[in-house]
């Protein structure tokens, strides 16, 4: 059935096998591993390397695979989340070419899937940008086909800040693009690592689409977000997005999770479900951070149990 995990962005300051041990001790499955370049965060929840996919030789590749044979928790995923499409050639080729490597990283350790963005030049219309990932993103998706690799692409529009205005930096922002994205690249392997919590604040419904695209869900992480009306009616949908809402752990926000878990389990899906924390009131010392996820697993305790 379903396997509820975490991902590791939100213990940037643990080593692999500090979250590893984390999740055995609060019973869960899975964990979503961040592969971020080593260097320098450019933004928040970035730059994070539980897993430094350059770096992986046989030793290596033994040590990750019996730690989690050992403490019973397996890596759902290998996450990295750049702007394949940025306006800047030199940082979209960057982009590209680590995803490459974090997918070949993936086939090294056995695990099935990698999540990313799609990206997005802010200042160009949905209708460009998808003629640039037409151009940039199949090379990709035949290459983690080639490896027996899923794509799961996160859902999150990327306009949290100004300088991701106007049109935000990921164009996988709604259904009617995912149709597009898929009609461009048929291959089962490329799908959604589905985030229902961005399509609440977007004024849709989080649920529907898990019926329409229930072959393309590859991976799923649990957000919530809170909406605030009033503040909404003031600002404007035009607004900065986070002038009227805010993310937040699962089950202190807007997401039906009934109803979400409700058509999980009709479309059969079978696989892990990845809490992300996102929620600035769980950010200010190590011990909350880890709250946050405590407390998130034992509200979604009622959907997926422990086995």
């Known amino acids: 059935m379903l396997k509820l995990g975490f991902v590791s962005a939100i213990l940037a300051e643990n080593s692999f096998e500090e979250v590893i041990d984390f999740a055995a001790a ?73 995803i490459l490597a974090v997918i070949d990283g993936a086939e090294k350790l056995g695990i099935p899937v990698v999540n990313t963005f799609v990206g997005r030049n802010p200042s160009l219309t949905i209708e460009d940008n998808l003629k640039l990932f037409a151009e940039r993103f199949p090379a990709v998706v035949r290459h983690a086909s080639k490896k027996g690799i899923r ?65 393309r869900l590859h991976h799923i992480h649990l957000k919530d977000v809170k909406l605030y009306p009033e503040k909404l009616n003031r600002v404007g949908i035009l607004a900065n997005p986070l002038e009227y809402h805010s993310p937040k752990i699962p089950g202190l926000g807007d997401v039906p999770w009934g109803r979400f878990f409700a058509a999980l389990t009709d479309v059969g899906y079978r696989g892990p479900c990845c809490i992300e924390v996102e929620d600035k009131a769980y950010e200010k010392s190590r011990e909350d951070m880890r709250m946050a996820i405590l407390t998130a697993r034992n509200y979604l305790r009622q959907y997926i149990p422990i086995e």
């Open 151 to 215: 794509i799961g692409i996160e859902n999150c529009p990327m306009f949290f800040t100004n300088d991701e205005w106007p049109g935000g930096k990921n164009l996988a922002i709604s259904p009617a693009v995912w149709e597009k994205m898929f009609t461009h690249i048929p291959d089962p392997n490329f799908g959604l690592n589905y985030d229902p919590s961005h399509l609440v604040w977007m004024q849709m419904d989080p649920v529907q689409p898990i019926y329409e695209f229930r072959e």
């Open 26 to 98: 609060a019973d869960f499955s899975c964990v979503e591993i961040m592969c971020w370049p080593k260097g320098k965060a450019e933004r928040r929840y970035a730059g994070v390397t539980h897993i430094d996919v350059a770096a992986l030789d046989e030793s290596q590749i033994d040590h990750l695979r019996t730690y989690q044979r050992e403490k019973g928790v397996f890596v759902s995923g290998l996450g990295y989340y750049p702007n394949p499409l940025d306006p800047d050639d030199r940082k979209a080729e960057a982009a590209l070419s680590h």
